[in-house]
Nanobody, 125 residues
Framework: QVQLVESGGGLVQAGGSLRLSCAAS????????LGWFRQAPGKERDSVAA????????YYADSVKGRFTISRDNAKNTVYLQMNSLKPGDAAVYYC??????????????????WGKGTLVTVSS
């Protein structure tokens, strides 16, 4: 069992930055691929970024490449999402996610084994 708790969401102006954190717990969490999905009202839950347990592989959705950076600290069992140059279109509930395999995470929401409860990001124009 893996538990994920997000923090760091909030209100920011367009062009601003936020850093999301996800504290993970569970006996084998350090071996999981961790990452982030987001879901805006009336839309599907889409993947944003992912990172393997070693940090050797990272994934970014095209819409966030060059603006968002994912990282993890296995000693703290925490994954971070640094979000820069935020746009109104980035506003959503951001969910921390864990998949036993990187390839499964890339399949989308159906490949996620564990979810956090989400943190709201609001971007004002």
């Amino acid at each position: 069992q893996v538990q994920l708790v997000e923090s760091g969401g909030g209100l920011v102006q367009a062009g601003g930055s936020l850093r999301l954190s996800c504290a993970a717990s569970g006996r084998t969490v350090s071996s999981y691929t961790l990452g982030w999905f987001r879901q805006a009202p009336g839309k599907e839950r889409d993947s944003v970024a992912a990172i393997t347990w070693s940090g050797g592989y990272t994934y970014y959705a095209d819409s966030v490449k060059g603006r968002f950076t994912i990282s993890r600290d296995n000693a703290k069992n925490t994954v971070y999402l640094q979000m820069n140059s935020l746009k109104p279109g980035d506003a959503a509930v951001y969910y921390c996610a864990a998949s036993q395999y990187y390839s499964r995470f890339l399949r989308g929401a159906s490949g996620v084994d564990y979810w956090g409860k989400g943190t709201l990001v609001t971007v004002s124009s």
